[in-house]
C-alpha cells in the first residue's frame, strides 16, 4: 500500500526554526517533493530529493533518508507568510519516457505567530 | 503564476449534471496529471496522461474520464454528479527529461455541486 505521514498541525513562532518531518512507505519510489500550499491556492513547488542527504534552498532545506522512509522540511527565520500547509509527496515509477505521478500526504497545516 | 492554465475557476452545478474541467500545460510539457483534492482528504491523484495517451490511474471513479488532445491541452470530465464531487480539482503539467521533472500546478477549479 501507499501511506505518507505528516503532522496535522504545527504552530511556531516569527523568527524561529521549524521542522515537518515526513514518514512514508510506498510500493515504488523515484524521488519526493516538498509543496507549500496557501488556503484554496495551487501547490508550489519548494524542494525535492531523490539522493539522502540535505538540499538547501534559501531558508528552506530538505532531508531524505531512504533506508528509514523519512524526509523533513526545515524552514529558517519563519515569517508570517509562511503559514500554509506543506504538502510531502513520494513520486511513483514512470515508464515509457513519463515520469510517475506524485503520491501526496495530507499536509501539515504551519501557522506562524508574532 | 506556474505556466499551466486552468478554466473555469468556479463551477456551481446540480446533482446528476456533467461538466468538463480544461487544463492548458506549460509550454512545451507533455505530460498532464489531474488531482482532486477535498476538505478532509489530501490531493488525490485521478489520471496522468503523457503525449496524448493514458499512462497512469489513480482514484478516479468511473463517472469520470479524461483525455490529452493532440494540441497536448487536457479535459476532465465529471457526470452524475454527486454532492461528494465537491472539490478543487488540480492539473499539473511537467516536462520529462528536464532536471528533477517537476509537476508545476495550475490555480484549479473549485467544484460545487447542489
Known amino acids: 500500500g501507499q501511506n505518507i505521514d505528516q503532522p496535522t498541525e504545527m504552530t511556531a513562532t516569527e523568527g524561529a526554526i521549524v521542522q515537518i518531518n515526513c514518514t512514508y512507505q510506498?510500493?515504488?519510489?523515484?524521488?519526493l517533493f516538498w509543496y507549500q500550499q496557501h488556503a484554496g491556492e495551487a501547490p508550489t513547488f519548494l524542494s525535492y530529493n531523490v539522493l539522502d542527504g540535505l538540499e538547501e534552498k534559501g531558508r528552506f532545506s530538505s532531508f531524505l533518508s531512504r533506508s528509514k522512509g523519512y524526509s523533513y522540511l526545515l524552514l529558517k527565520e519563519l515569517q508570517m507568510k509562511d503559514s500554509a500547509s506543506y504538502l510531502c509527496a513520494v513520486r511513483d515509477h514512470g515508464y515509457g519516457g513519463s515520469q510517475g505521478n506524485l503520491i501526496f500526504g495530507k499536509g501539515t497545516k504551519l501557522s506562524v505567530k508574532p | 503564476d506556474s505556466g499551466v492554465t486552468q478554466t473555469p475557476k468556479h463551477l456551481i452545478t446540480a446533482t446528476g449534471q456533467r461538466v468538463t474541467l480544461r487544463c492548458s500545460p506549460r509550454?512545451?510539457?507533455?505530460?498532464v496529471y489531474w488531482y482532486q483534492q477535498s476538505l478532509d482528504q489530501g490531493l488525490q491523484f485521478l489520471i496522468q496522461y503523457y503525449n496524448g495517451e493514458e499512462r497512469a490511474k489513480g482514484n478516479i471513479l468511473e463517472r469520470f474520464s479524461a483525455q490529452q488532445f493532440p494540441d497536448l491541452h487536457s479535459e476532465l470530465n465529471l457526470s452524475s454528479l454527486e454532492l461528494g464531487d465537491s472539490a478543487l480539482y488540480f492539473c499539473a503539467s511537467s516536462h520529462p527529461g528536464a532536471g528533477t521533472d517537476t509537476q508545476y500546478f495550475g490555480p484549479g477549479t473549485r467544484l460545487t455541486v447542489l
Open positions: 510506498t510500493s515504488g519510489f523515484n524521488g
Open positions: 509550454s512545451g510539457d507533455l505530460s
